[in-house]
Structure formats: C-alpha cells, structure tokens
C-alpha cells in the first residue's frame, strides 16, 4: 500500500514534469514546428501564401522577428488586422524561433515539387 502511494506520487510528479512548458532555449527544432503550426492557415503551407495574405518564408530572419515584435507591441503597425493578437500569444523567444524557422525555408516551392501535377 504504501508502497503504491510512492509509485502514484512519483507518476503523478513526473507527469507534471512532462506538461510543464519547457524553457525556451529548449526548444527543438520540432517544437518550432509546432509552434508553426497555425501559421499554415493564413500564410500556407511551409510560409509560401496562394493567396492575398503575405508569404513569410525565406525573408530575413531580423525582419521577420522586426514584424512580430512590431506585431506584438502595443503600438502595431498601422492597418494591422490579426496579427496583433496573434502574435501576443507567443514569448519573444518563440517569435525568434519562428522567425529562424521561416528564414530557412526557401520561398520557392522545392524544385522535386514543381510541375507535378
Ligand atoms: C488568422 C490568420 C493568420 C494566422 C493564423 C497567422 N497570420 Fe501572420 N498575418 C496575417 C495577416 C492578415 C497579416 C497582415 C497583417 C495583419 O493584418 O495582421 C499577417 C502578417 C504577418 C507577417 C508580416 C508579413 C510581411 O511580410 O509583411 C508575419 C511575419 C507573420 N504574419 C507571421 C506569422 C506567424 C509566424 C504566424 C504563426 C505563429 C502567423 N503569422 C499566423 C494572418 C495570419
């Protein structure tokens, strides 16, 4: 009996552990993609937009992170519509994650997956 209440504690104090978020600069690269995630919606797959909203892959990372920031200020650019309350949904070390991760992908789709129909 006792015995299990020391088990049941140390499950529970480890599942606490796991759910806990962890710190920033622990982030792996398949965090950052999930952190990403939602950006899909809005500006496609991967950061390359089909449509009217910008694409923000391939631009450079400090502009990137520029923008964000921009975005999650209290005073953000002029006409802003969504991503000022996007953006404050996200720590200053998960924007810079964001904006390395979309710096490194290429703006054009990859060559493999062009003309392919
Ligand atoms: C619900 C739709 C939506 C989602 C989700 C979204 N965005 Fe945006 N994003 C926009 C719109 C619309 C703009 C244009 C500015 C505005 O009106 O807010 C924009 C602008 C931007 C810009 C500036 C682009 C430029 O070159 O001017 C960046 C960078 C950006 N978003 C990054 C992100 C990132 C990173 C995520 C995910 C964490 C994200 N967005 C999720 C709709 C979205």
Redesign the pocket.
């Known amino acids: 009996m006792s015995r299990f209440r020391v088990s049941a504690a140390a499950a529970f104090g480890l599942g606490a552990f796991l759910i806990a978020p962890l710190p920033a600069a622990a982030q792996s690269a398949a965090d950052v993609a999930v952190?990403?995630g939602?950006?899909a919606?809005?500006?496609g797959p991967d950061?390359r937009s089909p449509g009217p909203?910008?694409s923000?892959a391939g631009?450079a990372e400090a502009?990137?992170l520029e923008?964000?920031k921009a975005?999650k200020s209290e005073t953000p650019p002029a006409?802003?519509?969504?991503?000022?309350r996007?953006?404050k949904g996200?720590s200053d070390e998960q924007?810079a994650a964001?904006?390395k991760y979309?710096s490194q992908i290429s703006a054009t789709a990859p060559a493999a997956a062009k003309g392919k129909k």
């Open positions: 952190l990403a939602p950006c919606n809005c500006h950061g909203i910008a923000i631009q502009a990137l923008k964000l975005f006409g802003t519509t969504i991503m000022n996007h953006a996200y924007l964001l904006a979309y």
